[in-house]
């Protein structure tokens, strides 16, 4: 099994910061690594799909980059909205879900 | 736009069989797709649980395939999980999902049903 490792856990973060969530694969994954965005209550909603490419509707604001094992989201300047739970996923093999990113309001 | 929606009992009792379905809507449950069931227990994260395709062949995390079955109806335009001798282990919010398919390592999950907790309990 492919383990996937995010980083940090958790993460505070004002209006308008630049925020990086990182996530590591345990094997190469190529570029097989999708994000999603997850709100208190909702179904996660995909962001970027095999590691930068955005999800139609999704703000320019989001991106992703990486290949390999080494993976990042960045937000350019974090909105209200964005505060929420981050999970990499990877493709390569069984489905896998890294343990999340939670955003907070600092 | 394909749009997907869970349901099933909210209470299971220990020992139990959890039995949910994914209706479909908005397209085609025989579309070059698999479609997926995930869980979240409450305060954690995402794990797979294993999906369908229309032809009936399935996928399942070997750590729950000796509890899981999915089926799939296409008359209904809908699929379904029955996960077997549930414990409170299994409480948790059950999504189901369209694995949209490039290629077999090019995919993602989207959509998502909005999701169903389903409780453990005696």
């Known amino acids: 099994d492919i383990q996937m490792t995010q980083s940090p856990s958790s993460l505070s973060a004002s209006v308008g910061d630049r925020v990086t969530i990182t996530c590591r694969a345990s094997?190469?994954?190529?570029?097989?690594l999708n994000w999603y965005q997850q709100k208190p209550g909702k179904a996660p909603k995909l962001l970027i799909y095999a590691a930068s490419s955005l999800q139609s509707g999704v703000p320019s604001r989001f991106s992703g980059s990486g290949s390999g094992t080494d993976f990042t989201l960045t937000i350019s300047s974090l909105q209200p909205e964005d505060f929420a739970t981050y999970y990499c996923q990877q493709s390569y093999s069984t489905a896998g879900f890294g343990q999340g990113t939670k955003l907070e309001i600092k | 736009q394909v749009q997907l929606q869970e349901s099933g009992p909210g209470l299971v009792k220990p020992s139990g069989t959890l039995s949910l379905t994914c209706a479909v809507s908005?397209?085609?449950?025989?579309?070059?797709?698999?479609w997926s069931w995930i869980r979240q227990p409450p305060g954690k994260g995402l794990e797979w649980i294993g999906e369908i395709y229309h032809s009936g062949s399935t996928n399942y995390n070997p750590s729950l395939k000796s509890r899981v079955t999915i089926s799939v109806d296409k008359s209904k335009n809908q699929f379904s999980l029955k996960l077997s001798s549930v414990t409170a282990a299994d409480t948790a919010v059950y999504y189901c999902?369209?694995?949209?398919?490039?290629?077999?390592?090019?995919?993602?999950?989207?959509?998502w049903g909005q999701g169903t907790l389903v409780t453990v309990s005696s």
């Open positions: 908005g397209g085609s449950i025989s579309s070059s797709n698999w």
């Open positions: 094997q190469s994954i190529s570029s097989y």
């Open positions: 999902a369209r694995r949209s398919l490039i290629t077999m390592v090019l995919n993602w999950f989207d959509p």
